[in-house]
DNA sequence: ATTTTTCTTGTAAACGCTTCCATAACTGAA
DNA sequence: TTCAGTTATGGAAGCGTTTACAAGAAAAAT
């Protein structure tokens, strides 16, 4: 493993070949773990690649081989600690193989996305991992019919029939609306994440029926339409706060928000969680943190990544397997933001 | 653009030059912005690749030009949400140029660490982003002497002669200090990170120059060896209030520690900051989140990968350059973690 | 000992592009 | 018109592999 030698001239299989007193082609048979080769002369050729510390050049291999070892991984943009989780199962698993990660952002681009997504399968890499939570995209159909291996990662909506793994949204946002009319409250509202987005969708469907299941009569004045950020939780629940007759207890679509609520609570002069109770959804590392600790709905995103990971490498596999849809449950996490509502 | 074409039978320069009526040399000096072709051939040549949807294979540009068009970024792990900073901005960068980024993650293990290098810097990538705190290891002197280009990020130590994006940390630690004693604090507890990390070292360094700027003696047992992690900000801070003379304020090497440091002061019945101030460093998004909201040293990480790629990009442009070292400043944010001690 | 069969190895032809060299097609000046 | 001087284009050689295919060597069967 000689450095320098490697970085200077560059060693190729010919070199190793010449040196090991075989042809190339028996070099790459080595490589490539090939079952017809002596064994001695496979010892020989190892020995002599490390000696020479040779290192196979990948880009020829691909273009050989006709695959590129390496699958490129698609994101929106590396702005939330969300896609962060999920980048990390990705690698986690991918590190267990001797696959590349390439990793691609939009920006939020959709001409972009096609663009990339378009460049990729054309031989760039061997599969994709797309996160891509807005509304599908027509390239997922042209990935599809072309039978370029896939995954969808947190992507509701029209992909049902494809690859993807995602959360149980609908799941989470029940059980956390039920945990609060099993506390007692029936005024609960609820802030939206950005409606274009499944997940969000999925989350307040959630919380309409567990609302249905326990009887607590509709309250379009409590659900207010916010995008995921903070300050749209802050000023949702100061509307909401306002109201002649203000919620006990507010269900945001995610942490931030519902951490954008706490301020608005506390700004008000009241606490949580004795006045108001407060549930978030993703479970982010600072829900933990805040004080009072933030109950709420954990997501298992870096598992999401490791099984989506997976799902890939076994469609590498074996290509002509069935698309399936795996939901990765959420749990409630119960911290210390909510009470039962006082009784006045 | 259409898709299928190119996801069926791949679409070759040669394919585009029959088409065009042109040979595939001239394609290629096409899509190389050759100056040697005549405005209308090129004319046809685009419009001719764009009809059929053509997209440049990257495997044979590379190998057969001798470059990669992707740099390599070797990261330790995408534990903390740190290291995603980072790469956001490396990413913004690198999406205003065609170049790829390839990420590889060491998982901690220097073994690992000196593969990849090798293997990467073997034609893999056009140039390596590394972001190694760990002390810096043997490949940094084959990467220089090999002329590879190369930044690194956030990395202290032995390697202050090659291209180097990193934080004032001793500023950090000192400015943090001083805000403490400009308040009257003269017992400053001080929680360090893991010491085998240059940024770790650096800070404890700054913090005292600050205490021996303002004659305050030195007290080792206001010195706690931790680890960057929330346990040891929490024990950290247990130890020092068993203090017979426990500190008035508590400043932490990382603000996850500082979060220990708020609980620990908490289950103690104390009040942050009447009775205890607390200063964190990195100003993570979460330190705007707890309560009271955390001062803190901002750390610019994002924009340090934005300026590592665009030396790297430099570096890229123009091999012969001098290695330097870029130092970004780090700001004290104040927030409400901080008071003046009571005098009792 | 001879002929199969089975292993093992060598070789040539891709893979899709860049790049250099040669040639062809234009310039404009003599 | 002719000859250099440009500029534009075609074609060949290679980049470092993989992967048939062919051939040689060894082992097994006759």
């Known amino acids: 493993m000689d450095f320098d030698k490697q970085m200077n001239s560059r060693i190729t299989i010919v070199d190793v070949a010449k040196q090991a007193g075989v042809s190339f082609g028996t070099v790459s048979r080595v490589i490539n773990n090939d079952v017809h080769v002596k064994k001695e002369t496979r010892e020989r050729v190892v020995e002599t690649m490390e000696r020479l510390g040779f290192v196979a050049n990948r880009q020829a291999r691909s273009l050989a ?4 070892n390496s699958i490129g991984v698609l994101v929106p943009d590396l702005g939330t600690g969300y896609i962060g989780e999920i980048i990390r199962g990705i690698d986690a698993e991918l590190s267990l193989t001797d696959l590349d990660l390439i990793l691609y952002t939009t920006h939020r681009t959709a001409s972009k996305e096609t663009n990339y997504v378009t460049n990729l399968a054309t031989g760039m890499v061997d599969g994709l991992l797309l996160v891509l939570p807005r509304s599908p995209a027509d390239f997922i159909g042209n990935l599809t019919q072309s039978k370029f291996p896939f995954v969808l990662i947190d ?3 029209a992909g049902r029939d494809c690859p993807s793994v995602g959360a149980a949204n609908w799941q989470g946002g029940y059980n956390a609306t039920e945990y609060l009319t099993n506390l007692g ?26 609302l249905r299941t326990y009887h607590i009569p509709d309250a379009p004045e409590l659900i207010y339409e916010g995008d995921f950020f903070q300050p749209d939780g802050y000023s949702g629940a100061q509307a909401m706060l306002d109201l002649p007759e203000p919620p006990t207890a507010i269900f945001a679509s995610n942490d931030v928000m519902a951490m954008g609520v706490m301020d608005a609570v506390r700004n008000r002069g009241l606490r949580v969680p004795d006045d108001v109770s407060v549930v978030g959804f993703d479970d982010i590392p600072q829900a933990s943190l805040v004080r009072p600790a933030l109950t709420t709905i954990n997501q298992p995103l870096e598992k999401m990544g490791r099984v989506a990971t997976q799902m890939l490498l076994d469609l590498l596999k074996h290509p002509e397997k069935k698309a399936d849809r795996i939901e990765l449950p959420t749990h409630l996490i119960v911290r210390d933001s909510c009470k039962s509502p006082r009784l006045d």
């Open 65 to 68: 081989g006709g695959k590129s």
């Open 155 to 157: 992507h509701q909506g």
């Open 185 to 210: 409250h029936t005024r609960i509202g609820f802030i939206t994440g950005s409606m274009d987005l499944g997940c969000a969708v999925d989350r307040l469907d959630g919380y309409r029926s567990a």
